[in-house]
Nanobody
Framework: QVQLVESGGGLVQAGDSLRLSCTAS????????MGWFRQAPGKEREFVAA????????DYAESVKGRFTISRDNAKNTLYLQMNSLQPEDTAVYYC?????????????????WGQGTQVTVSS
């Protein structure tokens, strides 16, 4: 059974940084592309960032480009999201997810396993 567990969320002020982690188990981590999504209250879950199996390819939502960095450590079965220059509009529950293939994708429906989410709150 595939399990994804996020950590690292919290309450920060605008301009601060946070690093989210997502530890995976239940299958060979390095075989699958992974991504981060977020969902703010009353809004749809939206794509944030994605990374290919060995990290060669990444993709970001326009709203986070230049501020967020996705990375992975396949030896540790862990996915990361470094978030810098956080703004109040980044406030959301952040979810990590994994696909069934190697190529990165921004489409939510391509992700088949999800973590439980971690709350990020940015105060102004």
């Amino acid at each position: 059974q595939v399990q994804l567990v996020e950590s690292g969320g919290g309450l920060v002020q605008a301009g601060d940084s946070l690093r989210l982690s997502c530890t995976a188990s239940g299958r060979t981590f390095s075989n699958y592309a992974m991504g981060w999504f977020r969902q703010a209250p009353g809004k749809e879950r939206e794509f944030v960032a994605a990374i290919s199996t060995w990290g060669r390819n990444t993709d970001y939502a326009e709203s986070v480009k230049g501020r967020f960095t996705i990375s992975r450590d396949n030896a540790k079965n862990t996915l990361y999201l470094q978030m810098n220059s956080l703004q109040p509009e980044d406030t959301a529950v952040y979810y990590c997810a994994t696909t069934q293939g190697r190529a990165i994708t921004t489409a939510r429906l391509d992700y088949v396993y999800w973590g439980q989410g971690t709350q990020v709150t940015v105060s102004s």
